[in-house]
């Protein structure tokens, strides 16, 4: 068995090596360059690649985590099952502010369409999907924004690799709760004005709201549980997490070199 001892101090030490990361998106000077409905439609457009791509890495690990196929057999732990579901019903059905439930996926394209910003080019990325085409092949034929294009391939880089530790790294330190107060009021800011981003203020208070409070916390919890006491997997882990923010930090700066 793991010590929980010992699992504690990795985790905090992989904290603290990602802390300079983590620094640098919650200061980046993007936030600042967003001061008008049309920069923060550019804003949109590329950052729906992000939300959408994370589905992908929560996929991977409820399949590795989880039984998702008949006949049902027991896999991994009890503890592992909860974590990975619960965080599944929150961002593929959460509560829809109009009724219902809706994955954070749709929410944010009805945020876009609310705001004047266009989800044709990660519509046409979802078409190709479903009709069996890769991922480069679907980012390609979009026509996809090159730094969100970069960006989703990063995250299809780590998810190739199928290691388990590392996906779980990227899922846990590469979120939405990295995005400051700051932006928020901001966006609140532009919305007094038309009332056009009442949805991505939704949003954006929900994801950090559930990021920020539930969801860090199991997925820190998940990742804990993944690399128990094995040093070699928390090293790994840590180096994947800083990975996964330089892309987030990347995609930043290719939206600011745009604004």
């Keep these: 068995m793991s010590s929980p001892a010992a699992t504690n101090t990795h985790l905090a030490n992989l904290q603290a090596n990602i802390q300079d990361l983590r620094t640098q998106l919650a200061n980046h000077p993007l936030y600042s360059k967003i001061n008008s409905q049309q920069k923060l439609q550019l804003f949109m457009e590329h950052h729906v690649y992000a939300v959408w791509d994370f589905m992908s890495l929560l996929k991977y690990l409820q399949h590795h985590l989880t039984c998702t196929q008949a006949p049902w ?15 599944v019903l929150g961002e593929e059905s959460d509560e829809d502010p109009t009724g219902g439930h809706i994955s954070h996926f749709e ?10 910003a266009s989800h044709a080019s990660i519509d046409k990325v979802v078409a190709a999907l479903q009709q069996s085409h890769t991922v480069a092949e679907a980012l390609n034929h979009a026509q996809a924004p090159g730094p969100a294009a970069k960006f989703v391939s990063s995250t299809f880089e780590i998810i190739g690799r199928d290691r388990l530790h590392e996906v779980a790294a990227a899922f846990a330190f590469g979120r939405e709760d990295l995005i400051p107060d700051m932006f928020l009021a901001m966006v609140k800011e532009l919305n007094a004005n038309d009332q056009q981003f009442n949805t991505f203020i939704y949003y954006l208070e929900r994801h950090i709201e559930l990021d920020g409070d539930h969801h860090a916390g199991l997925s820190a919890l998940l990742l804990s549980h993944v690399c128990g006491d094995d040093a070699q997997k928390w090293s790994e882990a840590t180096a994947t997490a800083q990975e996964a923010l330089r892309a987030r930090i990347a995609l930043w700066d290719g939206i600011a070199a745009q604004l």
């Design 107 to 116: 929410l944010y394209k009805r945020a876009m369409h609310e705001a004047g």
């Design 73 to 87: 057999v027991p896999k991994s732990t009890a503890e592992l099952r909860f974590f990975i579901n619960e965080i």
